[in-house]
């Protein structure tokens, strides 16, 4: 643990970044200890995201300090480190609800504070944002800088240098700090690496460095370029900013991100810089300050609510497996059948509980980094060439790979078999991270089959399934958190393509459920069994293709039919709808119901909570069946009859 800190909080008399500049430079130290104890004191008692907010408490403090901010638009890559950053910005008081209900987000959010121009919790999108905000300005006429901090993780994602490769038109107004907490791309810092850093982005140095560069013009062009490449071969020889150079950035670094002494000077002279754009190579260690996460493997990425003198978090009590590691099993157990089948993620292992099939099958497992797209098309390529790839990413981050899911694979129709995560509500991560589109935007896609299980024996089978179709692109979704508790079967089952089970016999109200929300749907059955409500429920399997035999075979012979999915609008319901628009189904009276996500983006909260708000549980279910029956009173006396 830290030390005893001075008995005077210097942090209770910070409420904005216009407080914190009125501090003198030799009171930073403590008011960066105090912001760290407070950080790790709040996490403690929500959960969340520690090691990347501690290991940015000194360069979160130096940034505001140096910097005007909110004029001065920071951006903040993917946003899991903020949580310092709020505390800063005016939302200390509140800084206990994060991740809660009614509380704040745990990523930056522009509803929020004027402080967070632009909300962010995927990866990659801060300098293009920052960049974005720069030009503005600059074709304004008006003051403010685009400040991205963006993490070496982060900078593997194409995006990243997308932006920097368009970055020379901010000029000055542009600073990228490259927030590198893995040392997968600094050479050691010290002493001498901060003296340069200092020398090299002051004003000084910057205005020889120009002189030179416009006398250096008046030479013949041979040598002009050879000046120019000596300068920086020179300082990416000593400095390690080659390829930032080479992307026009004029790079400083590295430096130590925990030394205040070594990041204030620096950033003021790149603050005062005509130079520009400038990135600033900052090197900083997750979990900085706290021995239980400096300690962890993980530097304690996401935690649940802990203990702040042991850093003991608080168990969840042991339950059903999480459907990620039941996806996992059984695609090992494939793999051992199949020497064709490998696994891709985009940086997330054993977030997609690949990480036992990386350990089992190293040469057939694939991590490509933040690269969604890459993964994609890396997977087609790899089906096109007869093997059998899975592709398991989390619904929300393979939005960022669509047109490769459209263009690389469905056009192709390639046997790319996508394992989609986090599909559905996903509680405290909020709107960022919800698998709320997944259906409908691969449903509307010929020759796709899409799959939801409805509880983990279920996600057996239909991985299983997946490992065998050859005939094009099929996907599976399943949501995060564990199961039901239901048995896991120890054969799995060969399910037939695009064909529906029912579950539960009944004759005046259908259920027709795709995904998690059988449970809702049996618990619905029930109740309307008590009021005299004869109910079949049917759990679908396919959005696509539609089990149109079960379906219309329930739509003609039940008074109501009701659909229920853990997806936006446009996906299962809206396919039922059509069909049986299509057949002239509707017309004879039925009454056809579609329960979906609302058509908004809901905030953080419990998923059971978050379900109820959406009117996807059993008492929304039942609601609908009676509102759709008082239409028809003679209808409701006769199925209580």
Request: glycine fraction near 10%; include cysteine; charged fraction near 20%.
């Amino acid at each position: 643990m830290m030390a005893d800190l001075p008995s005077t909080p210097l942090l209770d008399t910070v409420s904005t970044p216009d407080d914190l500049r009125k501090l003198k430079p030799d009171q930073l130290r403590q008011l960066a200890d105090e912001l760290r104890t407070e950080t790790i004191s709040a996490v403690g008692t929500t959960g969340g995201h520690l090691g990347s907010g501690l290991g940015v408490v000194e360069l979160t403090t130096a940034i505001h300090y140096v910097f005007d901010t909110p004029r001065d638009r920071l951006v903040w890559d993917v946003g899991h480190q903020c949580y310092p950053h709020k505390i800063l910005t005016g939302r200390r008081d509140r800084i206990r609800t994060l991740r809660q209900g009614g509380g704040l987000s745990g990523f930056t959010k522009r509803s929020e504070s004027e402080y967070d121009p632009f909300g962010a919790a995927h990866s990659s999108t801060s300098i293009s944002a920052a960049l974005g905000f720069a030009v503005a300005n600059k074709i304004a006429g008006t003051p403010g800088k685009g400040i991205a901090v963006i993490g070496d993780g982060a900078m593997s994602a194409g995006m990243a240098y997308e932006a920097m490769n368009n970055a020379e038109q901010a000029g000055n107004r542009l600073v990228v700090i490259l927030n590198d907490n893995d040392m997968s791309i600094a050479p050691p810092v010290g002493g001498l690496s901060a003296y340069l850093s200092r020398i090299v982005s002051s004003r000084e140095f910057l205005g020889i460095r120009e002189l030179a560069k416009k006398l250096a013009r008046r030479l013949p062009r041979p040598f002009h370029n050879a000046a120019r490449k000596t300068d920086e071969f020179a300082r990416g020889m000593t400095m390690g900013g080659t390829l930032f150079e080479e992307l026009g950035f004029y790079y400083v670094g590295p430096i130590d991100g925990h030394n205040l002494e070594h990041l204030i000077p620096v950033l003021e002279n790149v603050r005062d810089a005509e130079e520009g754009p400038i990135l600033v190579h900052v090197v900083t260690k997750k979990g900085k300050g706290y021995a239980p996460a400096e300690a962890a493997a993980d530097k304690y990425h996401g935690v649940q609510k802990f203990d702040v003198i042991s850093g003991v978090q608080t168990k969840a009590p042991p339950g059903p497996p999480q459907y990620q590691n039941v996806f996992g099993a059984q695609l090992v157990a494939e793999a051992a059948k199949d020497p064709r089948i490998c696994a891709i993620t985009a940086a997330m292992p054993s977030g997609t509980g690949l990480d036992a099939f990386a350990k089992a099958y190293p040469d057939r497992f694939f991590d490509v980094g933040i690269a969604e797209q890459h993964g994609v098309t890396f997977a087609a390529g790899l089906a096109a060439q007869g093997m059998r790839p899975f592709c398991a990413i989390y619904s929300t981050f393979l939005q960022r790979a669509y047109d490769q899911v459209v263009h690389d694979v469905a056009i192709q129709n390639l046997p790319v078999r996508f394992a989609i995560d986090r599909a559905g509500l996903v509680g405290a991560d909020g709107a960022t991270h919800a698998g709320s589109f997944d259906v409908t935007y691969l449903a509307t896609l010929p020759n796709f089959v899409v799959m939801a299980a409805a509880d983990e024996a279920e996600l057996v089978h239909m991985t299983h399934t997946a490992a065998q179709y050859d005939t094009g692109p099929i996907a599976v979704r399943y949501p995060r958190g564990n199961g039901t508790g239901v048995a896991l079967p120890e054969i799995p089952q060969l399910l037939e393509i695009g064909k529906g089970r029912v579950v539960r016999e009944g004759k005046t109200v259908a259920i027709l459920s795709l995904g998690t929300r059988l449970e809702e749907a049996l618990k619905a059955a029930e109740t309307l069994e008590a009021k005299g409500l004869s109910t079949t429920v049917a759990d679908l399997r396919f959005a696509k293709p539609l089990d149109v035999d079960l379906i219309r075979k329930l739509l003609t012979t039940h008074e109501v039919a009701v659909t229920i999915e853990e997806n936006s609008v446009g996906g299962f319901g809206a396919h039922v709808l059509t069909m049986a628009s299509d057949e002239g189904l509707i017309d004879g009276g039925l009454k056809l119901r579609t329960l979906r996500l609302p058509d908004v983006y809901q905030d953080q909260d419990k998923p059971e909570i978050q379900y109820a708000e959406a009117g996807l549980d059993a008492t929304a279910l039942v609601d609908t069946v009676l509102k759709a029956l008082r239409h028809n009173s003679g209808g409701v006396a006769e199925a209580r009859a």
